[in-house]
T-cell receptor
Framework: DAKTTQPPSMDCAEGRAANLPCNHSTISGNEYVYWYRQIHSQGPQYIIHGLKNNETNEMASLIITEDRKSSTLILPHATLRDTAVYYCIVRVEEGTASKLTFGTGTRLQVTL | GAVVSQHPSWVICKSGTSVKIECRSLDFQATTMFWYRQFPKQSLMLMATSNEGSKATYEQGVEKDKFLINHASLTLSTLTVTSAHPEDSSFYIC?????????????FGPGTRLTVT
């Protein structure tokens, strides 16, 4: 699976949009981009995933560049409860060998 | 949504003893379960992948005789840390893949904190 690069930490004011970038310049054509987050001492929580089109759900939006070498996770109105480590992961979708390999992630701190 | 549970949520054991951690998919059938380990201030590291009814596949550097994995049913996988030592103290997290989802979503359990004294 392709490796990803994320900034180690970011701050965001409550109520503002949090934009978390991820570089995945070696992504293959059959690899999806996944985002998970981990709140302190809990298991990871799925947020969103996509292949090449932008995606939106009730939690966030995922913007993938046309060349697919980078993406941005957008939390439109961050709250204190969004403080967590956010992981960007790329992986193939097919096959039982498909697995999630976590990098170091971005620690997002939402402040008042 | 799909729920994965783990038991116990935390455990303290003495060095040299063995401890078993259970991972259950509560409302779906999991063909594949994954076991991760996370040390303080570090990311999750995949330890092994287990498919129901077959032997687990371990990641490089993970001792299969020390971390015994059993995936006997579509809803239960167990991880047994044998002859535990203080360096095995960690946060152990399981993850399950939903067979019926049609996509390869992975759902994570809440984790088990193991402390070996």
């Amino acid at each position: 699976d392709a490796k990803t690069t994320q900034p180690p930490s970011m701050d965001c004011a409550e109520g503002r949009a949090a934009n978390l970038p991820c570089n995945h310049s070696t992504i293959s054509g059959n690899e999806y981009v996944y985002w998970y987050r981990q709140i302190h001492s809990q298991g990871p929580q799925y947020i969103i995933h996509g292949l090449k089109n932008n995606e939106t759900n009730e939690m966030a939006s995922l913007i993938i560049t046309e060349d697919r070498k980078s993406s941005t996770l957008i939390l439109p109105h961050a709250t204190l409860r969004d403080t967590a480590v956010y992981y960007c992961i790329v992986r193939v979708e097919e096959g039982t060998a498909s697995k999630l390999t976590f990098g170091t992630g971005t620690r997002l701190q939402v402040t008042l | 949504g799909a729920v994965v549970s783990q038991h116990p949520s935390w455990v303290i054991c003495k060095s040299g003893t063995s401890v078993k951690i259970e991972c259950r998919s509560l409302d779906f059938q999991a063909t594949t379960m994954f076991w991760y380990r996370q040390f303080p201030k570090q990311s999750l590291m995949l330890m092994a992948t287990s498919n129901e009814g077959s032997k687990a596949t371990y990641e490089q550097g993970v001792e299969k005789d020390k971390f015994l994995i059993n995936h006997a049913s579509l809803t239960l996988s167990t991880l047994t840390v044998t002859s535990a030592h203080p360096e095995d103290s960690s946060f152990y997290i399981c993850s399950a893949r939903d067979l019926l989802a049609g996509v390869y979503e992975q759902y994570f359990g809440p984790g088990t904190r193991l402390t070996v004294t």
